[in-house]
């Protein structure tokens, strides 16, 4: 009997954990489209780290979840703020120096600014506001369709790839 007792509160304290880890920290995510297919493929199960926003900021190449036009999507952060960024003919260049992009697939090879996109109004990307883009650059389903994304829709950090089993990583 006591073994009955502590194996069912050993279960219940585990679902508490797993309660507050989905709520307060991770939130699981699958991959739909092939916006991201040089690192995400579609149908890859993700784990989004809700807390490392708030702690350790949004940089430069992070890959997020955000919400946007009404549904979840995942992208990869180009522009924070106080930085201007602009694309010359694929060439991507922040703070008006080139940058190498190795994770990009299929270049765009439009030129545009800042001021080129919905609800940007400079050259400056605003405080609380980011450049998010696909590594599928032909996909324009991103900050160049719907303009800068504010922090408050960033929903977290990619953390950990968990599904498919042979490709399982934290490196992105």
Known sequence: MKFLIKMTFA???????????????????????????????????????????????????DIVVYYAEGQYRVGRVIGEPGQSV???KGQLYLDHTPVTESYVNQQDQQSWSLKSLPNSESDIIPPNSYLILNDRRDDDVD??????????????????????????????
């Open 11 to 61: 279960l219940i304290s585990a679902l508490v954990v797993l309660a507050v880890l989905v709520l307060f920290v991770v939130i699981p995510y699958e991959v739909k489209h092939q916006n991201m297919d040089t690192t995400l493929q579609p149908h890859d199960r993700l784990l989004v780290n809700k807390i490392a926003p708030r702690y350790n900021g949004i940089h430069h190449q």
């Open 86 to 88: 602009e694309f010359q």
């Open 143 to 172: 900050s160049r369709n719907f303009g800068l994304i504010r922090k408050s829709t960033i929903e977290g950090k990619l953390w950990i790839r968990y599904y498919p089993f042979d490709r399982i990583t934290t490196h992105f």
